[in-house]
């Protein structure tokens, strides 16, 4: 995509911290990181959100995502990470093109997991329903 920053980077266009690239990723710090170390991986070729990639592109995406995360933990001397992703506009996603956040963690940093993202506290007695929705949903 012409004016995607992300593109950009892929292409080396414009300059970015690049810690692993391969044939279908490329993984480089992020410029605003909400910790040190803080990475994001991204695909090469241009997809919006995770959930318009194919499942081999997906898998792919993932195996890069697990040698760099493995990487950052090692270089960062961290026991553990976040690692996700904001899967569109609503979930926080403000570069369009799919990225997986690394987001190397200690104990007694401060931050919290993955869950404390959102606390909408919805009902419970429905998760049979819900199970069959999702189900019903697969493709
Ligand atoms: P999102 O909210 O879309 O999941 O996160 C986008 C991330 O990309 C942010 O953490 C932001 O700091 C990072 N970012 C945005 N533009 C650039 C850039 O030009 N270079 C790098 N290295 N990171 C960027
Ligand atoms: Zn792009």
Do not use: W
Not at 56 to 68: I, M
Not at 114 to 126: E, L
């Amino acid at each position: 995509m012409d004016n995607c920053i992300f593109c950009k980077i892929a292409k080396r266009e414009i300059p970015a911290k690049i810690v692993y690239e391969d044939d279908f990723a490329i993984a480089f710090l992020d410029i605003s990181p909400c910790a040190e170390g803080h990475t994001v991986v991204i695909p090469k070729q241009h997809f919006e959100k995770f959930t318009d990639m194919e499942e081999k592109d997906a898998g792919n995406l993932f195996a890069s995502v697990q040698k760099v995360a493995k990487a950052v933990e090692i270089a960062m001397d961290a026991p553990g990470s976040n690692i996700g992703l904001n899967n569109g506009k609503a979930a926080g996603q403000e570069v369009p093109h799919v990225h997986v956040h690394i987001i190397p963690r200690y104990e007694g940093d401060n931050g919290g997991a993955i869950q404390s993202i959102v606390k909408t506290y919805p009902k419970t007695d429905n998760l049979e329903e819900l199970k069959e929705k999702i189900r019903e949903s697969l493709r």
